[in-house]
């Protein structure tokens, strides 16, 4: 069983294309993350969820929106896609929003914007 | 502003040889740390972590960290690699004092091993 699993593994799409990445975890933890992993491997974190609750909001564009209908899932909507969000993505949860015991990542979703 | 420093982008090791990846942060107060690994076209795992306690903190694949609060550093190390441990390394730390804050990562090392 994968803990945390992200849909799909891979997004090609067009500039100005609006694409959603899926996350879900079945750990039962109650904080969810996503980072942005550019093509230097760089990890930057996006946004975190405490039990749906959005608690941190990096400078991220408001094309990106973040949305968590339970505190098992964390979806991405990206609208207006543009080529700099090329990037690998990761979701990754926590058990507490202290993030002890490190965060565990889904396998990422490698978006290409062409 | 608060940040994760691992001054080595690629390091190029012979199996069997010991590895020290270095990793400097800029938190002040309590920090809780962390070391990652991603391999080729996978997903990161945790290695190991520091929270308080001792300072040597053994972690899975026999790799091992020291917190050096003086030095504000928790380099990872390995007496001797494999082929297998190719990959990419990451540190990360995260501030202890606030509930809310996130974990911060370097920008990672590449670690190649020559078979």
């Known amino acids: 069983d994968t803990a945390v699993s992200q849909t799909p593994k891979y997004l090609v799409t067009q500039m100005g294309n609006d694409k959603s990445i899926k996350c879900e975890q079945n750990?039962?933890?109650?904080?969810m993350y996503w980072y942005k992993q550019d093509s230097k491997k760089f990890l930057k974190i996006m946004f975190s969820?405490?039990?749906?609750?959005?608690?941190i909001n990096e400078t991220v564009p408001n094309r990106f929106s973040p949305k968590s209908p339970d505190k098992a899932h964390l979806n991405l909507h990206i609208n207006s896609l543009e080529l700099g969000d090329s990037a690998v993505y990761f979701c990754?949860?926590?058990?507490?929003?202290?993030?002890?015991?490190?965060?565990?990542f889904g396998s990422g979703t490698r978006l290409t914007v062409v | 502003a608060q940040s994760v420093s691992q001054h080595n982008h690629h390091v190029i090791l012979s199996e069997a040889a010991s590895l020290e990846l270095g990793c400097n942060y800029s938190y002040g107060g309590t920090v809780n740390l962390f070391w990652y690994v991603q391999y080729p076209g996978q997903h990161l795992q945790l290695l190991l972590k520091?929270?308080?306690?001792?300072?040597l903190v053994k972690g899975i694949k026999g790799f091992e960290a020291e917190f050096i609060k003086s030095k504000f550093s928790f380099n990872l190390r390995k007496p001797s690699v494999q082929w297998s441990d190719t990959a990419e390394y990451f540190c990360?730390?995260?501030?202890?004092?606030?509930?809310?804050?996130?974990?911060?990562f370097g920008s990672g090392t590449r670690l190649s091993i020559r078979p």
């Open positions: 990360a730390a995260r501030p202890g004092y606030s509930s809310a804050s996130k974990i911060i």
């Open positions: 750990l039962g933890h109650d904080t």
């Open positions: 520091y929270f308080s306690g001792d300072p």
């Open positions: 969820y405490n039990n749906k609750e959005l608690i």
């Open positions: 990754a949860s926590s058990q507490s929003i202290q993030g002890d015991g490190g965060y565990t």
